[in-house]
């Protein structure tokens, strides 16, 4: 029987917000799946962890990372490679993103990637540029896409680094790479970052109003070949970044619900297929509430509705729901038989999870 997991970063308001957000939504569907449940688990954020709770929930979920290890900031390079077409047999890899760095009152601040809308030609360009300085420093440098390239480091696997996300809107200082080789990056990124500076590709972006693209963020290391674990999951990705949606599988890359039950089975996992749909994350961590609340009525009817209704048909035998924000994650488990605890009200409460 098919079992669904879907995964919804920043699906856990702040307790702050939570009451008047539950108000505003109209999701009953959601709230059937977070109310009679047959487990319910929460896990708070590992202290001093580089990676955001659902971008550790994931790459566990793939096999990208040991089961009592710590995210240090998600161990996905090697893996995403091989959704832009790359399977390096060997090597230690990073992701690296162009990106915009802000100053705020006191300190540097990384500015939300996605907001950055880096064209691929000047992509391209930025690139090339880049290019021969990673070479002379014994990186050498791959493009992926306008928004996600990587670099090779074997000298460099003891670097900690931070998921973009975990550090968007942060002081920079507390979230940059640290380890033996720190400095050696410092330097790297300061070169770009005066290549970069007053180019043709930023003078032509500010004047269309948009930020200059001035320093490139570093992290996901990881070895190659990556897990083999990982490319058997079925993982669908939907309104997620580039580099997220590379983990899964291509025919489901964007996929709906419909598509993803369709999918067929799979011999060599005959674990759930997970959905991970990234439709709050920018909302969610940017704080547009407005657009969060819009994004989970499109939720309840696309996704939470449905799911619902093939629990009670038979088509799914367990749905996971797995929720999350920056400091917390919690996972709601239903079948069919707990949607039959008829005496447990339908509830939202479940948002904030003690």
Same mark, same amino acid.
């Given at each position: 029987?098919?079992?669904? /997991? $879907? %995964?919804? !970063?920043?699906? *856990?308001?702040?307790? &702050?917000?939570?009451?008047?957000?539950?108000?505003? @939504?109209?999701? #009953?569907?959601?709230?059937?799946?977070?109310?009679?449940?047959?487990?319910?688990?929460?896990?708070?954020?590992?202290?001093?962890?580089?990676?955001?709770?659902?971008?550790?929930?994931?790459?566990?979920?793939?096999?990208?990372?040991?089961?009592?290890?710590?995210?240090?900031?998600?161990?996905?390079?090697?893996?995403?490679?091989?959704?832009?077409?790359?399977?390096?047999?060997?090597?230690?890899?990073?992701?690296?993103?162009?990106?915009?760095?802000?100053?705020?009152?006191?300190?540097? /601040? $990384? %500015?939300? !990637?996605?907001? *950055?809308?880096?064209? &691929?030609?000047?992509?391209?360009?930025?690139?090339? @540029?880049?290019? #021969?300085?990673?070479?002379?420093?014994?990186?050498?440098?791959?493009?992926?896409?306008?928004?996600?390239?990587?670099?090779?480091?074997?000298?460099?696997?003891?670097?900690?680094?931070?998921?973009?996300?975990?550090?968007?809107?942060?002081?920079?200082?507390?979230?940059?790479?640290?380890?033996?080789?720190?400095?050696?990056?410092?330097?790297?990124?300061?070169?770009?970052?005066?290549?970069?500076?007053?180019?043709?590709?930023?003078?032509?972006?500010?004047?269309?109003?948009?930020?200059?693209?001035?320093?490139?963020?570093?992290?996901?290391?990881?070895?190659?070949?990556?897990?083999?674990?990982?490319?058997?999951?079925?993982?669908?990705?939907?309104?997620?970044?580039?580099?997220?949606?590379?983990?899964?599988?291509?025919?489901?890359?964007?996929?709906?619900?419909?598509?993803?039950?369709?999918?067929?089975?799979?011999?060599?996992?005959?674990?759930?297929?997970?959905?991970?749909?990234?439709?709050?994350?920018?909302?969610?961590?940017?704080?547009?509430?407005?657009?969060?609340?819009?994004?989970?009525?499109?939720?309840?009817?696309?996704?939470?509705?449905?799911?619902?209704?093939?629990?009670?048909?038979?088509?799914?035998?367990?749905?996971?729901?797995?929720?999350?924000?920056?400091?917390?994650?919690?996972?709601?488990?239903?079948?069919?038989?707990?949607?039959?605890?008829?005496?447990?009200?339908?509830?939202?409460?479940?948002?904030?999870?003690?």
């Amino acid at each position: 029987m098919i079992q669904i /997991t $879907l %995964a919804l !970063p920043f699906g *856990l308001p702040p307790p &702050e917000l939570a009451p008047d957000l539950q108000r505003a @939504l109209k999701t #009953p569907a959601l709230a059937a799946l977070l109310s009679r449940t047959s487990n319910a688990q929460v896990h708070p954020a590992e202290d001093g962890a580089r990676a955001l709770p659902h971008e550790a929930w994931l790459a566990r979920a793939l096999g990208l990372l040991g089961s009592g290890a710590q995210a240090d900031g998600a161990p996905v390079a090697a893996a995403a490679m091989h959704g832009y077409g790359q399977a390096p047999s060997e090597g230690y890899w990073f992701i690296v993103q162009p990106i915009h760095v802000q100053l705020a009152r006191t300190h540097l /601040t $990384l %500015a939300d !990637p996605r907001q *950055l809308r880096l064209e &691929e030609a000047d992509a391209r360009t930025l690139f090339e @540029l880049a290019q #021969p300085l990673f070479e002379e420093s014994g990186k050498p440098l791959v493009y992926g896409d306008a928004g996600t390239w990587f670099m090779r480091a074997d000298d460099w696997a003891d670097l900690s680094t931070a998921t973009p996300d975990t550090a968007t809107s942060m002081n920079l200082s507390d979230w940059m790479p640290e380890g033996p080789n720190a400095i050696a990056f410092r330097k790297l990124q300061n070169e770009i970052q005066m290549l970069w500076h007053e180019h043709a590709v930023n003078e032509a972006r500010q004047a269309r109003g948009l930020t200059p693209v001035n320093s490139f963020w570093l992290w996901g290391g990881a070895a190659a070949p990556a897990p083999a674990t990982a490319a058997r999951k079925t993982l669908a990705v939907a309104g997620a970044p580039a580099w997220l949606a590379a983990l899964g599988r291509p025919s489901l890359r964007g996929a709906t619900l419909a598509q993803l039950l369709a999918h067929p089975a799979d011999g060599d996992d005959q674990g759930p297929r997970i959905a991970l749909l990234g439709d709050l994350m920018e909302s969610g961590g940017g704080g547009d509430w407005s657009d969060w609340l819009m994004h989970m009525q499109r939720l309840e009817q696309d996704w939470f509705a449905p799911l619902l209704a093939a629990l009670h048909d038979g088509r799914v035998a367990r749905v996971k729901l797995v929720l999350s924000h920056r400091t917390r994650l919690a996972e709601f488990t239903s079948t069919k038989n707990a949607q039959r605890k008829f005496w447990r009200k339908h509830t939202l409460n479940n948002l904030v999870p003690s």
